[in-house]
């Protein structure tokens, strides 16, 4: 906790250097704080987030939520703006945006959605949030108390996670409602959030009456559990007027039939089946069948043979892919499910064929990328790991998991130099300065590189031990 603060005094050095001579309406909010400033905050943030139990990198629905949100983003009023959609493990009914772009979505928000339409609508919400600058013209409303608004957002946003480590610590605070009420949106900014999101929602080729439905639900919802109200309607409230106001917007846009993604339905039952307990959650999944109560059969299945596969029951996971394979042929999720299936029981020759024949099929599904790397180094074959690895690194050079892969590999083929080295790019790039400064130390003493390597190495070193005096500098009052 002490460390969000003290990072974020680094980011206020400048906002408030910056805020002195500046005008107070309009077009403050793009002075004060300018969107390199945000992405700056954001990224801290990040790095705070990404180091949290509660984050879940899960590639399949990491890239779901990416791509989902990309289609919004293209339909938005500015699509310069970057964005990063990451998920976190938490049963509440949330989402939100972090300034820089980076949204997050609560597990709960996607099982509680029943359609893509419903989920697009809340993201579509968030992004105009975003695009309309709500973060920025929060921060510049508050100028003279910049540094409690900063440090209260990132605390507010850790602390509104179930299962946060830093999370709970500052819920037990006294001080969390207020934290809580610094952080909300005003009306007036909901209110512009509802109308561009759902300009976005039509633009992007959603049903823009996903939106009033869903919030109706989620009002219903909560008078049903009137204390545990989702987190979504304490940073968004959802009030009669609101719902109303939304409907008046979506009435024009007419019924508009739109068939749901089926990567939708199939990223909604795998949420389900790694969040629960997997003998619950295969009681789940098998009622749904027998009682035919689902939204698409596909989709149970999938999560069946998901929930199977984490209660090891490795014959009916063979049986439902069969089914599963003719039902969707061309799904690389299936595709990754077969390969995980003949890993664990053990088939690696076959498993290897099949990891070789889906990447060529899907050749950017990070899920097939991990696994396949996961299991050539565990057949002893760190080389083909290795080629793999640098042919993904090109697309995605910001992935952490690809560094791990890259060092478990030379780690295998004994080249420790090289291990360290690409120790410290992984650590690097989720958020550890520090341990990455360590990791390229010893990369320098092992001793077993080549000149060029090692220059290399200590060139890197340089730079990061620079960047890590600049970050204490910067924590000093
Ligand atoms: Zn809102």
């Not at 250097?17 to 390199?36: R, T």
């Not at 939708?264 to 619950?280: G, H, K, M, T, Y």
């Not at 340089?462 to 970050?471: C, P, S």
């Amino acid at each position: 906790m002490r460390r969000v603060l003290l990072l974020l005094l680094a980011v206020l050095v400048c906002v408030q250097s910056s805020a002195q001579n500046l005008p107070d309406l309009g077009e403050v909010s793009q002075a004060v704080f300018s969107p390199a400033m945000e992405r700056g905050l954001g990224e801290r943030i990040m790095e705070q987030i990404r180091a949290d139990r509660s984050y879940l990198d899960d590639p399949v629905i990491t890239d779901y939520l990416n791509a989902l949100g990309s289609r919004l983003v293209a339909a938005s009023p500015d699509t310069r703006q970057l964005f990063e959609f990451f998920l976190i493990k938490d049963l509440s009914v949330n989402a939100f945006a972090l300034p820089g772009g980076y949204i997050g979505v609560h597990t709960g928000l996607i099982t509680i959605s029943q359609t893509e339409s419903e989920l697009a609508g809340v993201l579509a919400h968030e992004v105009a949030h975003v695009t309309q600058r709500h973060i920025a013209r929060m921060l510049a409303g508050q100028e003279r108390n910049s540094l409690m608004t900063l440090a209260a957002m990132a605390l507010g946003v850790l602390a509104a996670r179930a299962n946060s480590n830093l999370g709970q610590a500052i819920i037990a605070g006294s001080q969390a409602a207020a934290i809580q009420s610094q952080l909300d949106y005003t009306r007036e900014h909901e209110r512009e959030a509802d109308r561009v999101g759902v300009q976005i929602l039509e633009q992007a080729g959603f049903d823009v009456r996903g939106m009033p439905s869903f919030m109706e639900r989620l009002q219903r919802a909560t008078r049903q559990y009137d204390t545990n109200a989702p987190d979504y309607l304490r940073t968004h409230p959802v009030t009669t007027e609101r719902i109303a106001d939304l409907q008046n917007r979506t009435e024009i846009h007419g019924y508009k039939q739109i068939p749901d993604n089926r990567s939708f339905q199939l990223v909604r039952a795998r949420v389900r089946a790694i969040s629960e307990d997997p003998r619950q959650a295969v009681t789940f999944f098998e009622q749904g069948l027998t009682e035919r109560r689902f939204l698409n059969e596909a989709a149970t299945r999938y999560g069946l043979a998901l929930a199977l596969l984490g209660a090891k029951d490795y014959p009916r996971v063979g049986r439902e892919l069969v089914l599963l394979e003719k039902m969707l042929p061309d799904e690389p999720a299936i595709a990754a499910l077969r390969g995980q299936y003949l890993s664990a029981t053990g088939d690696s020759g076959a498993a290897l064929t099949h990891y070789a024949a889906a990447l060529k099929k899907f050749p950017r599904f990070r899920a097939l990328v991990y696994d396949y790397a996961e299991l050539l180094i565990q057949q002893n074959r760190p080389d083909a790991a290795l080629k793999l690895v640098e042919e993904q690194r090109q697309y995605t050079p910001g992935d952490s998991r690809l560094y791990v892969l890259q060092a478990r590999s030379y780690a295998a083929q004994g080249k420790r130099l090289l291990q360290h080295q690409a120790q410290a790019e992984a650590y690097l790039r989720q958020g550890h300065l520090r341990a990455a400064v360590e990791q390229l130390q010893i990369a320098s003493r092992t001793g077993d590189g080549d000149f060029y390597q090692l220059s290399s190495v200590e060139a890197r070193l340089r730079e990061l031990r620079g960047r890590l005096k600049e970050a204490e500098m910067a924590k000093r009052p």
